[in-house]
Nanobody, 124 residues
Framework: QVQLVESGGGLVQAGGSLRLSCAAS????????MGWFRQAPEKEREFVAA????????GYSVSVKGRFTISRDNAKNTVYLQMSSLKPEDTAVYYC?????????????????WGQGTQVTVSS
């Protein structure tokens, strides 16, 4: 059972930046593809970004590409989401997810493990 703990959320003004972290309990973290998803009130959970096991392949949603960067440090069992040029529409609970796979996936039902989420609020 992989446990994921997100941190780094908070309140920020539009145009600002935040970095989310997701720490994994799994010693074989490098065997897992990782993803970030978000869910705003009364909306479905949506894909934000994902990264493969080694960190050399990433994917982004159209809405965040060019503003967000996903990365991972396998030595620290941690994946990051650097968010810049934040907009009010980025406001949501952000979740990190893991799947024991070398390649990442774009849909939430492909991931087996989830964190508890961290709130990101962007004020206008």
């Amino acid at each position: 059972q992989v446990q994921l703990v997100e941190s780094g959320g908070g309140l920020v003004q539009a145009g600002g930046s935040l970095r989310l972290s997701c720490a994994a309990s799994e010693r074989t973290f490098r065997n897992y593809a990782m993803g970030w998803f978000r869910q705003a009130p009364e909306k479905e959970r949506e894909f934000v970004a994902a990264i493969n096991w080694s960190g050399d392949d990433t994917g982004y949603s159209v809405s965040v590409k060019g503003r967000f960067t996903i990365s991972r440090d396998n030595a620290k069992n941690t994946v990051y989401l650097q968010m810049s040029s934040l907009k009010p529409e980025d406001t949501a609970v952000y979740y990190c997810a893991a799947r024991q796979s070398r390649s990442f996936y774009y849909t939430h039902n492909e991931y087996d493990y989830w964190g508890q989420g961290t709130q990101v609020t962007v004020s206008s």
